[in-house]
């Protein structure tokens, strides 16, 4: 099928979500610095990574096709978390969400006729893990390039008592948020 988009992603949640809603698309993936800027808000954080993603595939490979591109990232009160160094960070991260409150922020940059972002903002309630939890979570391998350290869509679900949002945002690309994005750009997704 011809592609509608380009995907600025390697993902393969992210891939699995677009064919969720039949939305067919080629893969540009690129490769950015996710490092926060000093006092940076998970707000911002976020919309500015998905919006550097979408320009970036647009200036490497000069597509004539919209091009989308998304940002994750776990926060917990200030504190932006990202994919983990290693085990050390992946387990630190993991303690730190046990047993609380964490939101998940995603933001969806796409850049056709215009540029469009929206932001998906979920809070996630984990229960108290374990230590025994925690490293026999790190050795099923599932930590190694999530946000946060867990896949909601995976082991890592069972870490979760309830969420207030979305859920495919939690995943790493918001459907409802993506498909209105989509749509403004021309882009239907029941034709």
């Known amino acids: 099928m011809t592609p509608q988009i380009v995907l600025a992603s390697a993902s393969p949640r992210r891939k699995e979500l ?31 990574l998905a919006a ?13 096709l919209p091009v989308l591109a998304a940002d994750t990232a776990v926060v917990l009160d200030d504190l932006i978390m990202g994919k983990p160094k290693d085990r050390d960070d992946a387990l630190a991260m993991l303690r730190l969400l046990s047993g609380k409150v964490h939101r998940v922020y995603s933001a969806v940059s796409l850049r056709g006729r215009e540029h469009g972002q929206a932001v998906s903002i979920t809070e996630v309630v984990f229960r108290p893990l374990t230590e025994s939890e925690i490293a026999a979570y790190w050795q099923s391998k599932e930590p190694l390039d999530k946000a ?44």
């Open 52 to 64: 550097e993603k979408s320009a970036a595939c647009i200036a490497q490979r000069g597509h004539s």
């Open 18 to 48: 677009l064919d969720q809603i039949k939305v067919t698309y080629s893969i540009h993936p690129v490769d950015l610095d996710e490092t926060s800027l000093p006092n940076e808000l998970p707000l911002d954080y976020v919309q500015r």
């Open 148 to 191: 946060g350290s867990y896949a909601i869509q995976g082991m890592g679900g069972i870490f979760v008592e309830s969420i207030n949002g979305s859920f495919s945002g939690v995943v790493g690309l918001p459907l409802f948020e993506t498909a209105e994005l989509l749509s403004r750009q021309g882009i239907g997704l029941f034709k």
